[in-house]
């Protein structure tokens, strides 16, 4: 057996790592390292679960809430550093997003999860996560539902196809937003754009350059997706991606009674106005984010987007 790979080979690699596939009727280790679970929402989690046909296992931490995080930032690293060690999990699913992915980057044990490589899913919050082990680790982490989502039959439907059967996927969608036509191909990179501005300026920034990058919210209203937006502009972080993906942007545009609804603008025009003049693909409408239609995006796998046929296809397998 050959030595593990350090931390330092593993940064400096440009080699994607893809974990072991999932297998039905596995054991999958459920953490949760932002929000506060309730008990309403780990009962759906178990439920949905074994409606799946995956054993779970936890420890006594993923009840625990310390005001608006769940559980000690300690409690968090040592959940999560125990289900990557124990050999009984074959997967790691996050149990909701919220807040408090951040606190534990700095703290967390890269070549412990370099050397037990396994899939981590998740979606929101979890983007922190995410990109810091594909940052440091080149680790494909799987942008999915959480414990807490609704698991109907289009979400079962992708994350099998990504996680267990190591499928080339493809999401279609018949009449998506065009911002910009065109076809791009790169490794997917992205998650939920509050996420993906807090990570700017730390030492868990991911080059985007040669990436499609995706995109999703939830309860930010349109002058706020057009700062973000903004600033992801300024910190030139669009400069040399092939493409961009928007999901759903939950409850981001403004409604009539809303307060200054008058003053407000649509999601569609902020879109034209802060990535219209990129140069690249952009589409949006795609079937991921804070909505029941779920699908799972793998983190550093080719795919391919073509915005006159609709499609976001990975070119790949995403697991092992």
């Known amino acids: 057996m050959g030595a593990v790979p350090t931390l330092t080979s593993l940064s400096l690699s440009t080699e994607i790592i893809k974990p072991k596939a999932l297998k039905p009727g596995a054991c999958i280790g459920i953490i949760a390292p932002s929000g506060a679970l309730k008990r309403s929402g ?31 930032d300690t409690q968090k690293i040592e959940d999560l550093h125990h289900m990557y060690q124990n050999p009984k999990v074959s997967a790691i699913l996050c149990a909701r997003g919220g807040y408090g992915a951040t606190r ?8 412990l999860i370099s050397k037990y490589c396994k ?28 414990g807490i989502s609704t698991f109907n039959p289009f979400s079962i439907k992708h994350f099998n196809a990504v996680v267990q059967k190591g499928k080339r996927n493809k999401i ?9 036509s065109g076809m791009a191909t790169g490794k997917l990179i992205g998650g939920n754009l509050s996420l993906l501005i807090s990570m700017i300026g730390t030492p868990h920034e991911c080059d985007w350059s040669n990436h499609i990058v995706f995109i999703e919210e939830v309860g930010e209203s349109t002058y706020r997706i057009d700062r973000m937006l903004t600033q992801l502009r300024a910190a030139q972080k669009f400069k040399g ?6 999901g759903q942007f939950t409850r981001c545009d403004a409604q009539p009674g809303d307060p200054y609804y008058e003053f407000s603008t649509s999601l569609k025009e902020v879109f034209k106005d802060r990535l219209g003049d990129l140069n690249i693909p952009v589409m949006g ?6 909505e029941e239609d779920n699908a799972t995006l793998p983190i550093g796998i080719r795919a391919t987007m073509d915005t006159k046929k609709g499609t976001l296809k990975l070119l790949e397998s995403a697991v092992s």
């Open 172 to 180: 279609a969608v018949d009449n998506p937003l065009v911002i910009t």
């Open 241 to 246: 991606i092939k493409g961009i993906i928007l």
């Open 285 to 290: 409408d795609f079937p991921f984010g804070h």
């Open 119 to 146: 899939p981590l899913i998740g979606y929101s919050d979890i983007t922190a996560l995410h990109l810091a082990i594909y940052k440091k680790c080149k680790i494909v982490g799987f942008h999915g539902p959480v």
């Open 104 to 111: 534990i980057l700095e703290q967390l044990d890269y070549s």
């Open 42 to 72: 780990y009962e759906k989690l178990v439920e949905s679960l074994k409606m799946l046909d995956y054993k779970i296992i936890h420890t006594d931490n993923l009840r625990v809430q310390n005001g608006f995080l769940a559980g000690t």
